[in-house]
């Protein structure tokens, strides 16, 4: 009988915490993310038309071939970025973009750098495979 009512009191236990952790979190007020614009909602589209995440890293998810380009517009100039857009790299190619669609990737640059900070090299890396943001 004694062990039952251990048992029975953290059970009690666990539950009033469990109800009580959902319901802080179901109350509290969470800051609601600002909404892109329409240009940078095409800007969004062209990224995944073009397939920039296969080398290109948003919040550090991505490919490994370029750089995160969470924060690239607050790093780097918007002539800066536009001529990379408009003529490529050696490593990158050449997407003929029409100065509309350069303006709606800029747009979504400047978005994304509102929503997040990313710097893939201050993460550290864990042994079960997991990273951290220092």
């Known amino acids: 009988m004694e062990r039952f009512r251990f048992k029975f009191i953290v059970f009690l236990f666990l539950s009033v915490v469990f109800f009580g952790y959902s319901a802080i979190l179901y109350f509290t007020e969470t800051e609601q993310p600002q909404i892109p614009n329409k240009s940078a909602q095409k800007g969004k589209m062209l990224w995944q038309q073009k397939n920039c ?6 919040y550090g998810l991505g490919g490994h071939l370029g750089p995160d380009l969470t924060n690239v517009y607050a790093i780097r100039s918007e002539e800066y970025i536009k001529a990379f857009l408009k003529s490529g790299t050696t490593v990158m190619p050449d997407y003929q973009l029409s100065e509309t669609e350069i303006q709606e990737l800029l747009e ?6 509102t929503t997040g900070v990313a710097d893939p090299a201050s993460f550290s890396k864990h042994l079960n495979g997991t990273i951290s943001q220092q």
Do not use: A, G, M
């Not at 979504?108 to 750098?113: L, Q, R």
């Open 53 to 58: 995440v296969s080398c290109h890293q948003l």
């Open 108 to 113: 979504f640059f400047k978005y994304t750098n």
